[in-house]
């Protein structure tokens, strides 16, 4: 998930918000001030209840960060690089380059989130039982601390994938069969089912006891529903994709250009006359670059005539795959580095190209014809 706003960096990683976390504060602070705390603590003054609501709600997000650094420091001395992490409106996400390579590592990983809210929950606890007086907006504060990390911990135990307990009962099942896909199609189902359960208990709710508490955990529940779906559907078509190799699905015949070669000629001849919108930028038969759409557009139309392709090309570092490799690999390369092709480099020779778009294609021909 993409950060809207970054806030600040801490052990190399990035902290940031998604746009969708100011909601999430409003909607606890109001909670908060308006329905927790006068429930429970009754007789504060109405600016006590809003200050305390607030800075509970800010409070919750500390407890949430310090859940998902947890996450991050563990993965980063794994050898998983994580280098930001986003607090959006259902809690924190840590961004991870890519998937933890053994069980073990992922099982670690997983489990150091829901411990470490655990034990913040007994700190608080410890700490909020310090006040002489418990009704206190100090003592309030720290028993709520304590009452929200262990909800933090004990729902992100529920093994249900992506949830954590569900990382670590895919990194379990993993470890036992050496299947990762059938490990998160496991997980995932299990996932779906929670999911479907706290939508029907959210609904319940929702017209029984609180209809925006019921809303709230039914959003939560449809959240976890899809994203469990997705990842099940994502872990089969990288399991199919990783079957078929790039030489089946490449384009041998496509065109390359000299570096000498003006912008223009490549508008002209390449761009318009063929269906790509990439080209391999070869010199004596060595790959030095590649020329998009999006490296023209950076030139004015009345300089086309004048610009090498030189000038534009984007250079190293280039993104390439042999034919030999498998289409998972290429899609991971084209997904981890936001671009839209790699190139495909067969022996030396210079050409070939391996787009986003061909892959999708071939997914969904795939899908139409009810092939794997
Ligand atoms: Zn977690």
């Not at 720290?142 to 249900?160: D, E, K, Q, R, T």
């Amino acid at each position: 998930m993409k950060a809207s706003f970054k806030l600040f960096r801490i052990f190399g990683i990035t902290i940031g918000i998604h746009y969708t976390w100011i909601f999430a504060v409003i909607f606890f602070s109001w909670t908060l001030a308006m329905v927790y705390f006068p429930a429970y603590y009754p007789g504060w003054s109405t600016a006590v209840y809003w200050i305390t609501g607030v800075i509970g709600a800010l409070l919750i997000f500390v407890s949430v960060l310090l859940h998902e650094m947890a996450h991050s420091l563990v993965a980063n001395a794994r050898g998983i690089p994580v280098h930001s992490i986003t607090l959006f409106l259902l809690g924190g996400a840590s961004n991870m380059e890519e998937e933890p390579q053994k069980p073990a590592a992922e099982f670690a990983m997983a489990i150091v989130g829901p411990l470490t809210s655990l034990v913040l929950a007994a700190i608080f606890w410890g700490f909020s039982k310090l006040p002489a007086d418990a009704t206190t907006p100090l003592a309030a504060m720290l028993s709520y601390m304590a009452l929200i990390n262990m909800y933090l911990g004990i729902f992100n135990l529920l093994p249900g994938f992506p949830l954590d307990g569900g990382r670590v009962l895919r990194s379990i099942i993993w470890g036992y069969t050496g299947n990762l896909t059938k490990a998160t199609d496991i997980a995932g189902m299990v996932g779906q089912i929670f999911g479907w359960a706290f939508i029907g208990l959210g609904i319940f709710l929702m017209i029984s006891v609180s209809f925006v508490s019921g809303l709230w955990i039914a959003f939560i529940g449809w959240f976890l529903n899809s994203s469990a779906d997705a990842s099940r559907k994502e872990i089969t078509l990288r399991e199919r994709l990783s079957h078929i190799k790039v030489r089946e699905l490449m384009d041998s015949s496509v065109s390359t250009i000299s570096p000498e070669t003006t912008v223009e000629e490549l508008v002209r001849d390449i761009f318009r006359k063929q269906q790509g919108r990439a080209v391999p930028v070869c010199r004596d038969g060595q790959l030095v670059g590649i020329a998009t759409i999006t490296d023209v557009k950076k030139v004015p139309q009345d300089k086309w005539a004048e610009t090498p392709i030189s000038r534009i090309m984007t250079g190293a570092p280039l993104y390439s795959v042999v034919p030999d490799d498998n289409l998972n690999k290429a899609l991971v390369m084209i997904a981890r580095n936001d671009i839209n092709q790699v190139l495909i480099n067969d022996n030396g020779k210079c050409g070939g190209l391996l787009s986003r778009a061909d892959i999708i294609r071939l997914i969904q021909m795939n899908r139409e014809l009810g092939l794997n």
